[in-house]
């Protein structure tokens, strides 16, 4: 099993930027791919960016070039900075982690364990 507990969210005015943080513990994160999802109020869950065992990052196109997905396998950490933050970054924002990776990232079927979430409100 892995826990996984998110931290790092609050509430930011568009245009600035937000540190979110994963912590894992139960079991090494080595070869796992980690991935962040978003949820808004009344929408399912979407995906925003992974980063596989070797390094190899993904993300949605909605946050290219303003999100950067980071990982410490040292620590069990995973980041994700967020830059530019619009209205529409507002969701709650769940970890993830996949023990059996090589399918298709941006798929939530593809996780095995999940974090409860941090709430990210960006303001206009």
């Known amino acids: 099993q892995v826990q996984l507990v998110e931290s790092g969210g609050g509430l930011v005015q568009a245009g600035g930027s937000l540190r979110l943080s994963c912590a894992a513990s139960g079991r090494t994160l080595r070869r796992y791919a980690m991935g962040w999802f978003r949820q808004a109020p009344g929408k399912g869950r979407e995906f925003v960016a992974a980063i596989s065992w070797t390094g190899t990052t993904y993300y949605a196109d909605s946050v290219k070039g303003r999100f950067t997905i980071s990982s410490d396998n040292t620590k069990n950490l995973v980041y994700l900075q967020m830059s530019s933050l619009k209205p529409e970054d507002t969701a709650v924002y769940h970890c993830?982690?996949?023990?059996?990776?090589?399918?298709?990232?941006?798929?939530?079927?593809?996780?095995?364990?999940w974090g409860q979430g941090t709430q990210v409100t960006v303001s206009s």
């Open positions: 993830a982690a996949d023990s059996t990776p090589g399918g298709i990232v941006e798929l939530p079927g593809e996780y095995d364990f």
